[in-house]
């Protein structure tokens, strides 16, 4: 069956009698078409026009050139970088998503100066202060993750000595409220910052390194770590050196605790961290390294590992000629004692013995290796500009790495100014992490949420939970990842939560009822001002149709213009 075009009204959403966005709900209620009461459209009508369209990954990528500004009927020429138009293309794919204030302020600086500062933030960006009181409020912002951890294992051990069953079992059950209440932390505070920090690419190039880096919070006792892990190991790097990024999660202990290398020891060697640290982290599966260097690197890693003894305790006993090779900070602990200081080759070049600082040796030939480059630069090209990347602009951002020592801003410098990445503006398919932050950006905005759960329950829904990939690849960046019949139903649920069903969620304070409040009125936003010619005739009818500010939103919200940036 062919996928219905998107100059065909009916194969977006059902016909319903023309509204207009501004109208108020009994307004649009009240509108009739042809003497038949208006209706809305609701999710099973929904989902009957996808079956009927065919909405899969063909018929998606028809529907992202309708929605891209260059195939726009309305307007031809493509918007140039003086244009509103190519702001909000630019901001939607370099922010977490486009917004009235965002636009305002590119429309002051010009592309040039707002892309410049998006590459190189300067001091630590302030957040609203309603956002940054309930960061300041979290227990993983006012005790050190080191003393959280310790003092959660310190409990867990407590639990075994509980004199009874009974007792044991609700002491399980705190332990683990508690646990996961530390990941929540870390889940909100992300939030926040994706929606309201102005170092609007810091943040979202911290989830694509949080995400090459994987970590899953589920295992062991990560979830007192992973906020840490995010706010010391990555964010501080996400636009820096990726050698100093690389450093940074190798000896974090959530890493160390993921992929089991607190376990690595001489004559007991975990190859684990070894293999995807080649594989995954740096070289690529076909970066030319062999069996043996995963061998090699993972010797080069015993004794790397995890300490969760009191802060306050003096070294373990080591043999004099160990003690000087000995480092804690914090958890990360190099024993020297477990550490394997027999000679090693790696990428077909010696290493020399010298305990701790052998792994600084191996992450900088494993930085700076072309292969690393190259594959490093396709992620970056996949996320930021589609699935198949030209060869060419992948081997001019391999270069540029290799040229500035792995500078992740002068990377990304290269890339925002290709020609591929201006044409790809706007066609590229919003993954679920991306889709709801954009959501909130738009929509809410101006008022700080008081209660990002929702948000978080609506990634689970959409499969893909902040630090909750269980494998270590990371969660897939290509489009046909997250284009299901399933996923798509699931979007429209969503889009009718951010577009008024679920507001008052949103502002609902602990322990109390939502609160009544009124839908986002994105219709009259300066956003949508500029997004408007862009629209593609379905969407239009659609949207002067609906029956009520909130259904406006979600017909917008779960539109192909929305659901690509």
């Not at 209620?29 to 099973?44: E, H, L, Q």
């Not at 933030?121 to 050190?144: E, K, S, V, Y």
């Not at 810091?202 to 062991?220: L, R």
């Not at 602009?393 to 591929?420: C, K, N, P, Y």
């Amino acid at each position: 069956m062919r996928a219905i075009s998107h100059s065909e009204p009916s194969a977006m959403l059902p016909c319903k009698p023309a509204a207009s966005p501004s109208a108020p709900p009994d307004a649009a209620s009240r509108a009739t078409d042809a003497g038949s009461p208006a209706r809305g459209v609701r999710r099973r009508d929904w989902l009957a026009a996808v079956a009927v369209a065919g909405w899969a990954v063909p018929a998606l990528n028809g529907w992202a050139a309708a929605a891209a500004p260059l195939a726009d009927a309305a307007n031809p020429a493509a918007p140039g970088p003086g244009d509103a138009a190519y702001g909000l293309r630019l901001l939607d794919r370099l922010t977490w998503g486009a917004n009235s204030a965002a636009l305002e302020a590119w429309q002051r600086a010009g592309s040039a100066a707002a892309v410049a500062a998006l590459l190189r933030p300067g001091a630590p960006a302030a957040l609203p202060q309603a956002a940054q009181a309930q960061i300041d409020a979290m227990a993983i912002t006012r005790t050190p993750m080191d003393q959280l951890a310790i003092d959660m294992q310190a409990r867990q051990q407590a639990i075994r000595s509980e004199a009874t069953e009974d007792a044991r079992k609700a002491a399980q059950e705190s332990y683990q409220r508690d646990m996961r209440a530390l990941q929540r932390e870390a889940e909100r505070r992300f939030v926040l910052r994706a929606v309201y920090s102005p170092a609007q690419l810091q943040e979202k190039m911290t989830w694509f390194w949080m995400n090459h880096f994987s970590v899953f919070a589920g295992k062991a006792d990560i979830r007192a770590m992973v906020g840490d892990y995010e706010d010391r190991a990555i964010r501080p790097h996400a636009l820096g050196r990726f050698r100093d990024l690389l450093g940074a999660t190798v000896r974090h202990p959530a890493m160390l605790r993921y992929l089991d290398n607190a376990q690595n020891a001489a004559g007991r060697i975990n190859e684990n961290y070894a293999r995807e640290l080649m594989e995954l982290h740096t070289l690529g599966v076909d970066g030319g390294y062999t069996q043996r260097d995963v061998q090699e690197l993972a010797r080069v890693l015993t004794g790397h590992g995890v300490s969760l003894r009191p802060l306050e305790e003096p070294p373990p006993r080591l043999k004099p000629e160990w003690t000087r090779h000995y480092v804690r900070s914090g958890l990360y602990e190099f024993n020297p004692q477990r550490h394997d200081w027999d000679a090693k080759e790696l990428l077909g070049r010696p290493i020399q013995a010298r305990g701790a600082a052998e792994l600084d040796e191996a992450l900088d030939r494993l930085a700076r290796a072309s292969a690393t480059a190259r594959f490093i630069c396709h992620k970056l090209a996949v996320y930021l500009v589609g699935d198949a990347p030209p060869t060419a602009l992948v081997q001019a951002l391999a270069d540029r790495f290799l040229h500035s020592d792995s500078d992740i801003a002068a990377v990304l410098e290269t890339l925002i100014g290709s020609d591929a990445f201006n044409a790809s503006l706007g066609t590229r398919l919003r993954d679920p992490v991306q889709y709801v932050m954009a959501g909130l950006r738009l929509g809410y905005g101006e008022r700080v949420l008081a209660n990002p759960d929702p948000a978080l329950s609506w990634l689970q829904r959409l499969a893909e939970p902040l630090y909750g990939r269980a494998t270590p690849d990371g969660y897939p960046l290509d489009a046909a990842a997250w284009t299901s019949s399933g996923q798509l139903a699931v979007r429209f649920e969503i889009a009718r939560a951010l577009g008024g069903a679920g507001t008052g969620a949103l502002y609902r304070a602990e322990g109390a009822p939502a609160p009544r409040v009124a839908p986002p009125d994105i219709a009259r936003s300066g956003a949508f001002r500029v997004l408007e010619p862009l629209l593609a005739p379905a969407t239009r009818v659609a949207l002067a149709r609906a029956a009520s500010p909130a259904e406006w939103n979600t017909f917008l919200l779960s539109s192909p213009e929305f659901m690509y940036a």
